[in-house]
């Protein structure tokens, strides 16, 4: 039985991870949200976690007395009532009851990527102190994947993209693209943030960094192949030559109950990728980084290292906000994030501080280089 914190209970991965605790009957013992009143509202009658945190502006739930913000998020984290945390938040505030759960031994089921992309090396620190379990599908392929392989084994990992709405797209087609065809995701349906990073590419990007950290593989030795059919989510290719690979349904609720009843596994209610009556037809191809340039830039951070992966994906999230809003074009997001790296002053910051400061700094630079294109 596993006593459950939900960071981000009311986005895309939250609610899916509710479905998994609604039907694993595992006991809920805190949620947090960050604007969402009658998210939490419907979640707290449901549920009736004993701890209920909001991050933003959200009312609670009439009687119920919260905790607030990072430190809310973090006393839950170290609390003796809880197991495992699921972090689901968007954005990096995810890092916070990340490393405070580890530091206590617990597990963290990861979905936020942009906490692993940003502190990798603070994460990676003390992941063996606990459990760090990911959520995100193509990790989750990547860590079953990798079970009772030896590292010298392995050759590279190959992460699988499904291209995004304009994989086809040519690119003067792209350069004119809007937000709602940007949120026309082909295979997934997730929050608008990763909806448009899966566009850009810059999703597979930040995957990349994610992987590299989590298992401990070089840029050279972590590969992206295009598969619109997003049912494999990774393969390992081994020292052989023989190829290792990953296949389900699109559907993160598999990934995200992985995570909950690791090393075991449970029935759940997805009939596997191999329908009886049709032709299974799976595609790989090389991506194409002229009309998406995210994914080049993301290689560039992870090899200069330090705290370029942090500003890589601090500009990127204030670009696609932008974007969203309607203020930028669909290319100014990765020409701010381009030009924000080359202007990064905390190449050298190794410590935590540092690398928060490098984030903060390059989250407002792409603000004023949003405020001067639109
Ligand atoms: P959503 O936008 O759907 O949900 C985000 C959740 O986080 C909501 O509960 C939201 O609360 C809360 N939140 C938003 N902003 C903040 C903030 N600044 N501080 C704390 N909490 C906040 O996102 P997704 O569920 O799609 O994604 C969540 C994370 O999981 C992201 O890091 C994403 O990259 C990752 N991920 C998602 C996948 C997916 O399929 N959706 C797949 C793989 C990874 P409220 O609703 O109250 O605003
Ligand atoms: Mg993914």
């Given at each position: ?22 039907r694993l009957k595992y006991d809920l013992v805190a949620v947090s949200v960050h604007n969402n009143t009658e998210a939490l509202a419907s979640i707290y009658a449901e549920f ?58 617990k597990r963290v089921a990861l979905a936020n990527k942009e906490t692993l992309v940003a502190f990798g090396p603070f994460v990676r620190e003390v992941a063996d102190l606990g ?244």
């Amino acid at each position: 039985m596993r006593r459950i914190a939900l960071f981000g209970a009311s986005g895309s991965i939250g609610r899916q991870t509710l479905d998994v605790v609604r039907r694993l009957k595992y006991d809920l013992v805190a949620v947090s949200v960050h604007n969402n009143t009658e998210a939490l509202a419907s979640i707290y009658a449901e549920f009736r976690p004993k701890y209920v945190v909001i991050t933003g502006n959200a009312a609670p739930p009439a009687g119920v007395k919260p905790l607030y913000g990072r430190e809310g998020l973090v006393e839950v984290a170290e609390s003796e009532d809880v197991d495992t945390v699921v972090v689901a938040t968007n954005g990096i505030i995810g890092v916070f009851p990340t490393l405070a759960a580890l530091k206590r031994g617990k597990r963290v089921a990861l979905a936020n990527k942009e906490t692993l992309v940003a502190f990798g090396p603070f994460v990676r620190e003390v992941a063996d102190l606990g459990e760090l379990v990911p959520i995100d599908s193509e990790h989750s392929s990547a860590f079953q994947l990798l079970n009772g392989v030896k590292r010298e084994e392995v050759k590279k990992l190959i992460l699988t993209a499904s291209g995004g709405p304009f994989r086809t797209w040519p690119k003067e087609r792209i350069a004119k693209a809007r937000p709602e065809d940007a949120l026309r995701h082909p295979t997934w349906r997730m929050g608008a943030k990763i909806t448009v990073d899966s566009a850009t590419l810059m999703n597979k990007g930040l995957e990349v960094i994610e992987a590299h950290f989590l298992f401990d593989l070089s840029a050279d030795e972590i590969d992206v192949r295009i598969h619109p059919q997003s049912a494999i989510h990774a393969i390992l290719l081994l020292k052989d030559n023989s190829l290792k690979m990953h296949v389900s349904r699109p559907d993160m609720r598999i990934p995200i109950q992985y995570a909950l009843t690791y090393p075991g596994r449970e029935e759940i209610p997805i009939p596997p990728y191999l329908p009886p009556d049709e032709e299974v037809v799976l595609t790989l191809e090389m991506p194409d980084t002229e009309r998406f340039p995210a994914l080049a830039l993301a290689y560039r951070a992870l090899r200069l290292g330090g705290t370029y992966p942090a500003v890589l994906n601090a500009a990127n999230e204030v670009a696609v906000f932008a974007f969203l809003e309607g203020r930028i074009g669909f290319y100014d997001i990765t020409a701010i994030v381009e030009r924000v790296m080359e202007e990064n002053p905390f190449a050298h910051e190794r410590t935590f501080e540092g690398f928060l400061k490098a984030h903060e700094w390059a989250a407002r630079r792409a603000k004023e280089l949003v405020s001067s294109k639109s």
